[in-house]
């Protein structure tokens, strides 16, 4: 049962922008955090921004200042912005929501997520930037 579902994604020259998407079940978006993932090929997955349910937000240092998580409860949907982007930002990006306020000690503390505080992900959105 897919339950979070991503989309946006595709492939973009260095120094433009994109726009991922993500939408789902109901419950998942009322809980305590939502998050976006990246994977690139031959490297951990890494948290690159995650949202609580008082709009904390998370960033990964290397994307901070280009990139923006926003979160449309009446959508059931949450949304990464990414801009200046750089060949490095290339890879299959994953929504995630958290079921266990865990997850608030990254958005509280204005960090980044880890991916062990969250238990439902997508099927992932694949961004290539290429230089």
């Known amino acids: 049962q897919v339950q979070l579902v991503e989309s946006g994604g595709g492939s973009v020259q260095a120094g433009g922008s994109v726009r991922l998407s993500c939408s789902g079940s109901?419950?998942?978006?009322?809980?305590?955090?939502m998050a976006w993932f990246r994977q690139a090929p031959g490297k951990e997955r890494e948290g690159v921004a995650g949202?609580?349910?008082?709009?904390?937000?998370g960033y990964l240092a290397s994307v901070k200042g280009r990139v923006t998580i926003s979160r449309d409860n009446a959508k059931n949907s949450i949304y990464l912005y990414m801009n200046s982007l750089k060949p490095e930002d290339s890879g299959m990006y994953y929504c995630?929501?958290?079921?266990?306020?865990?997850?608030?000690?990254?958005?509280?503390?204005?960090?980044?997520?880890?991916?062990?505080?969250?238990?439902?992900w997508g099927q992932g959105t694949q961004v290539d930037v290429s230089s």
């Open positions: 995630a929501a958290s079921s266990n306020r865990r997850c608030w000690m990254a958005t509280r503390m204005h960090e980044p997520p880890r991916s062990s505080n969250y238990d439902s």
């Open positions: 949202i609580d349910d008082t709009d904390n937000t």
């Open positions: 109901e419950n998942l978006f009322n809980g305590p955090c």
